[in-house]
């Protein structure tokens, strides 16, 4: 729902990142349906739900290695402005692409990289790089993937507060799959757990972490029969 964070939560192989690939189209369901705004969207491709406002961003950094940081985020722009690859649209409106960009790329501090080569920026700032990218997209829908895998104690904090300025913009939803279980009681209005590829438990963050089936498959508790 718009103004919501929910977070999708499991153990290794639960099947979070197939959820994933099932919402923004990566995979195909064998059964069931995907909507968005009340629409089936189960028979579009990726690149069509991408049009049509579900932005991810992958467990892996996801960029164009050998563009600059700017260059990054101005084709994002472009797309999101629905100019393609039509130069004379490029040329035209070059300014005003690359004065969006520079506002997306001072939201996520990266101002001072800017001429960096994406495959250059240490790893935290590449994830930073991957939701400047999501933002200047404007989707709807914001998924992603352990958004603070591989990242060091001093770099998760800045990513967590890009995260809470994305869910303060009431109109967004946001999907997030995560292993931290305190980034999730943070940040999570609604937790879904899955386990073997099935649903165990869908619901507010203290019923769901209190719930003993969620403690002995997921947490790890042995929990007393």
């Known amino acids: 729902a718009p103004g919501t964070l929910t977070a999708i939560v499991g153990p290794n192989g639960a099947g ?19 909507f968005l705004h009340g629409q089936d969207i189960s028979s579009t491709s990726a690149p069509q739900r991408s049009h049509r406002g579900i932005g991810r961003a992958f467990q892996l950094t996801n960029l164009f290695p050998y563009l600059t940081v700017l260059e990054n985020i101005r084709l994002a722009v472009q797309s999101r402005a629905g100019l393609g690859l039509n130069l004379w649209s490029i040329w035209s409106n070059h300014k005003e692409l690359i004065g969006r960009a520079e506002e997306v ?3 996520v501090a990266l101002t001072g990289k800017r001429d960096w080569a ?23 829908v914001f998924m992603f993937d352990e958004p603070t895998a591989g990242m060091s104690v001093d770099e998760v904090p800045v990513i967590l507060d890009l995260i809470r300025g994305l869910k303060a913009r009431s109109d967004k939803t946001i999907l997030l799959v995560e292993h931290k279980m305190d980034v999730v009681r943070e940040l999570s209005d609604r937790i879904i757990v899955l386990h073997n590829g099935a649903l165990v438990a869908d619901g507010a963050p203290a019923e769901v972490i209190a719930s003993p089936i969620v403690q002995e498959a997921y947490l790890g508790i042995e929990v007393a029969k």
């Open 16 to 34: 979070k990142t197939t959820y994933f690939n099932l919402i923004s189209g990566q995979l195909k369901a064998s059964s069931g349906k995907v």
């Open 105 to 107: 790329l001072e939201t």
């Open 118 to 140: 994406a495959a250059a920026l240490p790893h935290g700032d590449q994830r930073k790089l991957e939701v400047a990218i999501l933002m200047a997209l404007e989707p709807d």
